[in-house]
């Protein structure tokens, strides 16, 4: 996939992590460091006044549809908001997605798009002549997620090499990790710990992927050989949508659970706690109040800056 140069975003649809370089990355986390501090100042922004994102969701979404939605805004823009479009658009009547898109692209100057089929969103990008963002598409990918993640790890620890992450939970189906890991891939020195059932481990070709990258991956079978310095844990849901056995979902979706006792003994003190969200049990709400976790605050956060940045560099 060709690669965004960290002056060419322009324009640019944004459909996978693979487009990203180290400085393209930090083209996005300056803009959006700079944007915190903005905020923090009571900066309002006007960059993209006069237009219009218009974001059409096929899949359920709380924080990714309200982060696009918030970030349109506070860069001066307005929105065209479909959630569930399965039930209230013409998809209804048996209107092609290609139609759909077409459409949608006379009214807006970006089109925002989560999409249950993977592969979808930079399939349709291709039809219309102004740029898309895929917010997630089926077990495939999920870029913005990836670059609030990163953008959370890097201020953070202010860097992107030499981390030692665990990531656990639904390899397989979770498009967060599938971005993310590749998105670590790009940097030298980062080792990464994968805990995940059998039958959730990743998919062959992310696998094929990262074995070209630069980046250490090594299996671990139980929480018994998680590293003690790790900088970071990264736990998500197992992807109940993607099964078709619930009976299978069912045995595996509380496989692994970050508990205070596993925390204490496995965690130190200088890691953070991140998830993408929504969690359904995975991580003991005991946990929330610990400041290393940053999931229900920080990283949401983050995800609406990095999601401006975006919106400016591509339609400033
Ligand atoms: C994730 C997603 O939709 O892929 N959520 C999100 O965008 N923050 C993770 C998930 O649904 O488990």
Redesign the pocket.
């Known amino acids: 996939m060709q690669k965004i140069k960290k002056d060419q975003f322009s324009n640019r649809s944004i459909l996978s992590i693979d487009q990203f370089t180290p400085d393209s990355f930090n083209r996005v986390f300056n803009e959006a460091s700079a944007l915190i501090n903005e905020h923090e100042r009571g900066v309002i922004h006007h960059e993209l006044n006069g237009k219009i994102v218009t974001l059409l969701f096929y ?1 359920p ?1 709380s ?2 549809f309200s982060s696009f939605s918030s970030a349109a805004k506070r860069m001066g823009a307005q929105t065209v908001e479909y959630q569930n479009p399965t039930t209230t658009s013409s998809y209804v009547k048996g209107e092609t997605m290609e139609d759909t898109i077409r459409v949608f692209a006379n009214y807006s100057d970006c089109i925002v798009m ?1 999409h249950f089929t993977t592969g979808i969103v930079k399939k349709l990008s291709r039809m219309i002549d102004i740029p898309m963002i895929n ?2 598409d089926g077990s495939g990918e ?1 870029p913005t ?1 990836a670059l609030l993640d990163m953008f959370t790890l890097h201020r953070r620890f202010g860097r992107l090499h030499n981390l030692k992450g665990l990531i656990a939970g639904d390899l397989l189906y ?3 990790v599938h971005s993310l890991i590749k998105g670590l891939g790009k940097y030298q020195g980062n080792t990464l710990y994968l805990l995940a059932p059998e039958r959730l481990k990743l998919p062959p070709y992310v696998e094929k992927e990262i074995k070209k990258m630069k980046i250490k991956i090594e299996y671990i079978k139980d929480e018994k050989s998680i590293p003690k310095d790790c900088n970071f844990w990264y736990w ?2 197992v ?1 109940k949508e993607r099964f078709s056995d619930p009976e299978e979902y069912e045995k595996l979706k509380k496989s692994f659970v970050i508990t205070p006792s596993l925390l204490k003994q496995k965690g130190n003190a200088n890691m953070v706690i991140m998830h ?3 969690r359904i049990g995975e991580i003991d709400i005991k946990i929330d109040k610990d400041p290393r976790a940053l999931y229900l605050s920080t990283q949401v956060k983050n995800g609406m800056y990095v999601r401006m940045a975006l919106l400016k560099l591509v339609l400033g």
């Open positions: 899949e979404s924080r990714t989560r917010a997630g999920h997620q979770g498009r967060t998500t849901r992807q993408p969200l929504p």
